[in-house]
Each structure stands twice: as structure tokens, then as C-alpha cells.
């Protein structure tokens, strides 16, 4: 548990935290791209160097420009009237506080069964790639039909607006 | 080919880069101040006034007519005429101009000045570079920085000054020519009273003086 | 790595590793716990000056340039031959009052810049800049490059947003399309290199194609698969640092400055600083990939520091770069993104399919030729497809009546 890793712990959950909090959407687009960051750099610190990175391309790079057009292409950036916060929020916070506990309970049951271990496994990009094509090539392909679904879809709804224009 | 058109593209651009070191007219720039161009022979600016000989205010051409401060459009011509005269390049007396003022920022350098003017007094000249700190007085020209001599006005129109000497000359020409036969005429009128018991003895005399004065 | 170098003299080898020693012997007054920190330290200082400084010298050197194709002298009076220019933009960029729009959203406003210039400088760390000279030698080093690239749109969109500016949010909204477009063309044709040099790290890829047969290097653009690798990258990073012909987001004559009209003073100089030290480094790794990266283009020009190459090889794509801004006109935005997705990327896909063909054929002239054959054949298959039923044929005019 070294200095860093706090230092990113408190970057991260600043992150979500303002993510929820901010009034703004644009805001909370902003922050909750501080929080991807926070975890791109907690991955890096694990040396999971491939995953970290594509963490960067992949959500920051991607999902966040993603959210912020959606945001602004659906005049979402309007401040809400009526507050951020909904009047149930109390079951709310008691339903994130039984996810947390069951999430919690699982990570800590599974850590008693790895032997602990001084080497650090290590997974550079050279064995993620022999894996995906070798142990993992089924689900490889899922992925590759669901984002040519998704390519299509998009064209698909592309071309019905451009024909209901004319 | 998809591409031909960017590949012929850059081979123009590369060629004025390169051609641009080596040859004069891929690289049309003048860098001025140091270079200048030198401007056509009727180019024209601001107006000035054209005095003949070494004295500006004894050749001066102008006689105060104000036919120019008349018409000139924006008015920025102002003349106050002489009380006295003094002889022309004839050596008639005229008046002259006691003040010829012309505020340059009003100037428009349409030349009619110079088209109206039957004295050939007030001609264009070609200086640009007339910039000045002080608004008011920097542009106001008086006589004395309009008056420029007749060989400058050769240097700047060289054809023009040409044409405008000729017509004077041949002005002065004909005004010497009247004045010696007025001269012949009155010394003919002289000696014909004198002589006028013999009229046939006057008249052979006064048609060969005629003939002199008209050739 | 430690890449040994068997020069043909001492001198040579000492000159090429020159800096190294440089840094070493600066190091060496320090006491040994705090070397290596120091040593990183002293790499990044040499990064921040030297780009810079290449930066102000690309921006007189631009316009000089520009000035030259347009039959004109560049700047001329700062100087000789207007070399101080930048001195005096840079005088003008730091005493220029900075407006801040009233209704504009300051956080985020300061903050771009900013995440633009720290992203792109990151970007620099793992470009191998000569034997030896690579900040990080990280083994996904080609991923961090295109993770920083990928960051650098976010603040493009932070910037035009935060101005609360029409111009500027519609500037940012087309860059950022723009750049997401162009980035998988970027990735997709690294990923070829990647495919036959075997690893993501960049030294590694340099230290495959600093190999010769007889006098001629083993770089990649000498290869089918290489130069149709190489002609789509460049084009993708033309589009990625917004260069013309893709400068639609920064098109003066449609959007004043697009996403970055309301910057002002040293906020401005600091965009224009984070574009070009962008074009640099998309330029260090196309150089990387493509055309050797420090090694010399002949066997037997390898005396000539491996520095120099590099550099050399990064400033001749920079003139590349302002060859092509003073040759073509700006591209339309719809026409730059059908551009990237009905031309490029489609062609990228092929040239993954040859470039496998290329490894899987093993050594041997007929994947020379077989490749060389399906790229030009789809080249001018699409060409014609493309250009059918576009006649550009005389200029007719229709007079008014």
C-alpha cells in the first residue's frame, strides 16, 4: 500500500464522487473522466501495462468524447430545475450499500485461496494476444459479431434519418 | 489516377519553392523601403506649382487666376491674390498668388487643377511618401513647398514638360512676333508723319517692313 | 535495452552517444541515491527545451516556407532572414492580455490548454530519439503513444465547450469527429508494423529495421505493406494534428479560430505550442515505424550520429507537412470523413490482410510482387470507383441576360 496508491485511491473516488455530485452534466462528464484516469494509473501501478493504456484509448479516448456528445447533442446541458438529488435516495444508498457489501465479501473470500506470491505474474501484450487467439477465441469472435451489429445498427439508423429528411 | 492531380500539385508547389531562389519572377516581391518600384511617367499624387528659372518666386507661373481654387471638387485649394503685378515669362504683368495654400488630406488627385489651369502653373507631381506626425499643419503645403522648378517637373514627366515647354515656347513665339510687328507698325506710324508729304515714298517702305514682321 | 554499436571509429560512436555520456557525467556530481531520479530528470529538461526550441525554429521555418510556394518572402525583418521571428511572437504571445469570456466556465477554460500540452509532451517519452535515447523504454510503448494521442481530443472538446461560443463548440465538435475518425486509420496501419516487427516497444522496432542487406537498410517504407502503411499514416496524422488539408477546426475563413477563438496571450501561444510539438511527435513516430527511426539510410553513412537521423528524418516530415499546407485547399468535413471511413480505413484493412500475406509468404520475390499487385490493383479499383461520374471538364458560364 504505497503513498501512490492512496494518492490515486483519492483521485479516483474524487472522481466519482463529483461525477454524482456536480450539478452541471458537462461536469460530471468532465470528472468522471478524472476517474477513468485515476483507474488507468491504479492498473499502470499493478503493471498491467496493456490494460492500463487501453484503459487511456479506450475511455478516455472514447467513452468520455462519447458521453460529452451525447450530452450536448441531446441539450442535456441545460442546469436540472428541481436539484440533482431524487426524493427515494435513502433506498437508494441502502441498495449501493448492499452491493458494496457483497461485492466486498466476494473479493475477500477469493484472496484466501491464491497462495501468496512475491513474482508478480506477468501479462504483457505478447500473452493477452496468444490468449485471446488461442483460450479465448470464442469470445474473441462474440465481440467481433456484437461490434459489427453495432457498426451496422448505427449506419442503419444513420441512413432512416437521412431518408426521412428527404 | 486517384492522386495524379495532388502529385502535380506539389511538383508546382516545389517548383516555385525552389524557383523562388533562382529566378526574378517567382519571387515578385519588392521589399520596400529599401527596393521601390519605379512609378509610371503619369502617375500622379498631390499637385505642385511650376516656377521657370533659378528664383521661385520671380518664375512662378501662377497668376492668381483661382480658376483651379474654383474648381477644385473637395476645395482644398486657397488663394489670395497680389496686391501688385509682376512680368510673366512674356513680360506681361500679372498678379501672383500671395498665398497658395493646398491641404493634401483633402486632395483627392483628380488633376482637374491641372486641366483647368490655362497657365500650365499647377502641375502633378509623383511623391507618396508624405506621412506625417502632425495632422493639421504636416499636410497643409504654402507656396514656397509647393513652388518646384521647371527641370524638376522635366525629371518627373519627361514627355509631358516636353510638350508643355513647346506650347509655351511657341506662345512666346508668337507674342515676340505681334509685338515686333506692333513695334514695325508703330515706327512705320512714326515715320509716316514725318513723311507723310510723300505717301507713295512711305507706302514702298511700309510693305516690305510688313513682310519682315510677318515672316 | 543497451543496444551495442560497433562503429567503424571510437569517434563516431563517442559523438552518437554524446548526450548519453553528457547526462552521465552531469549525473555523477550528485550522490548515488538520487542518480537515477536525476538522471530521468535530466532526460525530461532536454526533452522540454529541445522541442520547444525545434518548435519556434518550425514556426519561422513555416512561414518562410509558405512565403516561398507563394512566390513571396517570408519574414525577413527580425533578424537575419527573420530567424528571431519567433522571439518576437513569443514576446507578443506573453505581454497579450488573457480575456476570459464573462459567462465562460474558468475551471475548465484554464484547464485545456493545459491537459493539451501535458498529453502531448508525455507523448515524447517513449519516441527513441538515437541509440540508447529513449526516455522510457516501455514494452506496450506504441499503446502509451496512441493512449496520450487519444487524451489529447478530450481537451480539443474541453477547450471548444468551455468557451461558450457557438464558433468554438462547432470547432470542437468537428475536430474531435475528425480526430476519432482519423485515430483508427493511426492505429490500424501501426498495427502492420507491429504485425512483422513483433513487438509493441518502439526501440525494438527501430533495432528490426536497423539491419542492411548490402547498402540498403530494412526499413519498412521499402516494403509494399510499408509504403501503403506509411501513405495512410501520414495522412491520418496530417488529419490528427489538424493540419490543412484537414484544418477544417481551426478553418480561420469558416470559424474564426474554431475550438480556440476565445483564447487569448499566452493561452494561445500555449495551443499553437501543443499543435506543433502534436505534429512532432506524430511525426517521431511515424519516422519510428516507417522509415527506420535512427538508422541510416545507407550502410555506410552509419558514422553520422543516430541523433541526427532522427532528427533529420522528423524535419524532412515537417517540411513534408508545409509542402502539403501550401499545395491544397481545405477539405470540407463531410468530405474528410467520408474520406477516412469509405477510402481509408477500408484500405487499412487490406494492407493488415497483406501484410500478413507479406510474413506468411516467407522470404523471396514473389511476395514482392504479389503484394505490390493487390495494393496498387485496389488502389486504382477504388480510384476508378471514386472518381466515376465526376467529370471535371471545361469551365462553362452562363452569362445574365
Known amino acids: 500500500m504505497s503513498p501512490i496508491f492512496y494518492l490515486l485511491a483519492v483521485v479516483t473516488l474524487a472522481g466519482a464522487l463529483a461525477t ?43 467513452v468520455a468524447i462519447l458521453v460529452v456528445f451525447a450530452i450536448l447533442l441531446t441539450r442535456g446541458s441545460d442546469l436540472p430545475k428541481h436539484g440533482v438529488f431524487s426524493s427515494t435516495w435513502a433506498l437508494g444508498l441502502a441498495i449501493a450499500a448492499a452491493v458494496f457489501a457483497v461485492l466486498g465479501w466476494a473479493v475477500i473470500a477469493s484472496t484466501h485461496g491464491i497462495p501468496q506470491q512475491d513474482n508478480v505474474p506477468s501479462a504483457t501484450a505478447h500473452d493477452i494476444g496468444i490468449a485471446l487467439v488461442g483460450r479465448y477465441v470464442l469470445p474473441l469472435e462474440i465481440l467481433a459479431l456484437l461490434l459489427t451489429a453495432a457498426t451496422i445498427g448505427a449506419v442503419i439508423v444513420a441512413m432512416h434519418e437521412k431518408g426521412k429528411q428527404q | 489516377m486517384l492522386g495524379d492531380g495532388i502529385l502535380k500539385g506539389m511538383a508546382e508547389t516545389a517548383r516555385n519553392f525552389f524557383g523562388s531562389y533562382v529566378s526574378k519572377d517567382r519571387l515578385t516581391t519588392v521589399e520596400y523601403p529599401e527596393e521601390r518600384i519605379p512609378t509610371a511617367e503619369n502617375a500622379r499624387v498631390f499637385p505642385f506649382l511650376v516656377y521657370d528659372g ?84 504636416g499636410l497643409l503645403e504654402d507656396r514656397e513647398k509647393l513652388a518646384k522648378s521647371n527641370e524638376y517637373y522635366h525629371s518627373i514627366h519627361p514627355t509631358e514638360a516636353a510638350e508643355v515647354d ?50 | 535495452m543497451i543496444v551495442a554499436f560497433e562503429a567503424a571509429n571510437s569517434f563516431s560512436a563517442n559523438l552518437d552517444q554524446i548526450f548519453i555520456f553528457l547526462r552521465n557525467w552531469l549525473v555523477g556530481f550528485l550522490p548515488a541515491a538520487v542518480q537515477p531520479a536525476a538522471a530521468v530528470v535530466l532526460d525530461v529538461i532536454a526533452i522540454v527545451c529541445v522541442f520547444p526550441g525545434l518548435f519556434a525554429l518550425t514556426t519561422v521555418f513555416e512561414r518562410k516556407g509558405l512565403g516561398r510556394i507563394q512566390n513571396r518572402l517570408g519574414p525577413n525583418r527580425v533578424g537575419p532572414f527573420g530567424l528571431f521571428q519567433p522571439i518576437a511572437d513569443g514576446i507578443k504571445s506573453l505581454t497579450k492580455e488573457d480575456i476570459v469570456p464573462l459567462s465562460a466556465n474558468a475551471l475548465v477554460h484554464f484547464l485545456a490548454p493545459l491537459v493539451l500540452v501535458v498529453t502531448v509532451f508525455m507523448g515524447f517519452a517513449v519516441l527513441p530519439m538515437g541509440r540508447n535515447m529513449v526516455l522510457v523504454d516501455m514494452d506496450s510503448g506504441l499503446l ?25 463548440l462547432l470547432g470542437a465538435m468537428r475536430a474531435v469527429a475528425q480526430m476519432i475518425s482519423y485515430e483508427v486509420v493511426l492505429l490500424l496501419s501501426s498495427v502492420a508494423v507491429v504485425m512483422i516487427s513483433g513487438s509493441l516497444s518502439l526501440p525494438a522496432i ?101 541523433w541526427f537521423w532522427f532528427f533529420g528524418k522528423v524535419m524532412m516530415s515537417i517540411f513534408v507537412f508545409i509542402w502539403m499546407r501550401g499545395t491544397l485547399p481545405r477539405l470540407r468535413q463531410d468530405q474528410l470523413m467520408n474520406f477516412a471511413w469509405k477510402f481509408v480505413l477500408p484500405f487499412t484493412l487490406l494492407n493488415l490482410l497483406v501484410t500478413a500475406l507479406w510474413h506468411f509468404m516467407g522470404e523471396g ?27 471535371i471538364g471545361r469551365r462553362s458560364y452562363r452569362y445574365a441576360e
Request: hydrophobic residues 50%; charged residues 15%.
Open chain 1, 20 to 62: 454524482v455530485l456536480l450539478k452541471h452534466l458537462v461536469h460530471c462528464a468532465l470528472a468522471v473522466t478524472v476517474a477513468f484516469a485515476g483507474l488507468a494509473l491504479l492498473f499502470l501501478q499493478l503493471d498491467a501495462q496493456f490494460v492500463g493504456f487501453a484503459q487511456i484509448l479506450v475511455y478516455i479516448g472514447a
Open chain 3, 206 to 306: 527501430v533495432a528490426a529495421q536497423n539491419q542492411y542487406s548490402g547498402v540498403f537498410p530494412h526499413w519498412y517504407i521499402f516494403t509494399p505493406w510499408g509504403l501503403a502503411g506509411f501513405l495512410m499514416y501520414a495522412i491520418a496524422a496530417t488529419a490528427e494534428t489538424n493540419r490543412s488539408p484537414f484544418d477544417l477546426p481551426e478553418g480561420e475563413s469558416e470559424l474564426v479560430a474554431g475550438y480556440h477563438t476565445e483564447y487569448s496571450g499566452f493561452k494561445f501561444a500555449l495551443f499553437f505550442l501543443g499543435e506543433y510539438l502534436a505534429m512532432f511527435s506524430i511525426s517521431g513516430l511515424g519516422t519510428t515505424l516507417f522509415l527506420g527511426g535512427w538508422s541510416a539510410p545507407f550502410s555506410f553513412l552509419q558514422f553520422i550520429p543516430s
Open chain 2, 54 to 137: 533659378a528664383d521661385w518666386e520671380a518664375g512662378l507661373r501662377c497668376v492668381a487666376c483661382q480658376i483651379c481654387e474654383k474648381e477644385c471638387p473637395p476645395k482644398c485649394i486657397y488663394i489670395e491674390k497680389s496686391a501688385d503685378k509682376k512680368p510673366d515669362y512674356v513680360g506681361k504683368p500679372q498678379f501672383y498668388p500671395a498665398r497658395f495654400d493646398i491641404d493634401i488630406s483633402v486632395c483627392m488627385s483628380c488633376q482637374i487643377c491641372v486641366e483647368v489651369c490655362p497657365f500650365e502653373a499647377i502641375k502633378m507631381d509623383t511623391q507618396f511618401e508624405l506621412a506625417t506626425d502632425d495632422r493639421f499643419a
Open chain 3, 365 to 391: 520475390w514473389q511476395r514482392w510482387v504479389v503484394c505490390s499487385v493487390i495494393l496498387v490493383a485496389a488502389y486504382a479499383l477504388m480510384g476508378t470507383i471514386s472518381l466515376r461520374g465526376r467529370h
Open chain 3, 144 to 168: 502509451f503513444f496512441f493512449a496520450m494521442g487519444a487524451a489529447t481530443e478530450l481537451s480539443v472538446f474541453m477547450a471548444g465547450w468551455s468557451s461558450r461560443n457557438k464558433y468554438s
Open chain 2, 166 to 215: 513647346a506650347r509655351l515656347a511657341e506662345e512666346k513665339a508668337k507674342v515676340e512676333a505681334r509685338a515686333k510687328a506692333a513695334a514695325q507698325a508703330a515706327a512705320a506710324k512714326a515715320s509716316a508723319p514725318a513723311s507723310a508729304s510723300a505717301p507713295g515714298a512711305a507706302k514702298p517702305s511700309a510693305p516690305p517692313a510688313k513682310n519682315e514682321g510677318g515672316s
